[in-house]
């Protein structure tokens, strides 16, 4: 939960900032009721908005939709690509088990790109979306962003980037992580 009168920096800078880094949700509480306050938070990332004063009992049920729709985000056991072991909750890569001790790194771009298709196994998961859960709301319509990540993404990670096996394309639709 967050308010957005912070005594040092906006709320609004806050959100933003932690959604670089992580998906947590985000439920903000404020006492600015107006629709450009509440725009302004849910654009920059929070999950969702209550207005000051407030019934305890809304609250709750709004932390738990909240709760419901972001569960997909826990960080999945490691999984493997090619040759290497990508464990997303200790945000590393290695040679799978037998390959030796060499590890991959990777931008923290790379990362949430790579945390998204991963947690996400099997399920086409959208440009739109990713580039939303990636980059924020004003990339949307950004696809180039993703076709340079994603080349990127195979050629560090598949064993033939040309015919990738595990982080598909599906052509104007989105991405798939294959496992």
């Known amino acids: 939960m967050l308010d957005l009168g912070l005594p040092d920096i906006d709320g609004v ?3 933003r900032r932690l959604r670089e880094w992580t998906p947590v949700p985000i439920v903000v509480l404020s006492g600015r009721s107006t629709s450009r306050d509440k725009i302004e ?3 920059a990332g929070a999950d969702d908005y209550v207005s000051k004063p407030f019934h305890l009992d809304e609250l709750v049920a709004r932390i738990r939709a909240v709760s419901r729709r972001t569960s997909g985000t826990e960080d999945p ?3 493997r690509i090619g040759a290497w072991s990508v464990d997303v909750a ?3 890569i290695a040679r799978a088990a037998g390959d030796g ?3 991959l790194r990777l931008t923290p771009t790379e990362w949430r790109l790579l945390a998204v298709l991963v947690r996400s196994p099997g399920r086409l998961v959208s440009q739109r979306e990713l580039l939303h859960r990636v980059w924020g709301p004003r990339y949307e319509d950004e696809t180039h962003y993703l076709r340079q990540y994603m080349a990127r ?3 560090k990670l598949e ?3 040309a015919r990738p096996r595990q982080l598909l394309t599906e052509p104007g639709m989105g991405y798939r ?3």
């Open 13 to 15: 800078d806050v959100v």
């Open 90 to 92: 200790a945000a590393t």
């Open 177 to 179: 992580f294959q496992p």
């Open 77 to 79: 056991p490691p999984v």
């Open 153 to 155: 993404l195979r050629h």
């Open 101 to 103: 001790d060499e590890r």
């Open 41 to 43: 938070a849910l654009d």
């Open 159 to 161: 064993p033939d980037p």
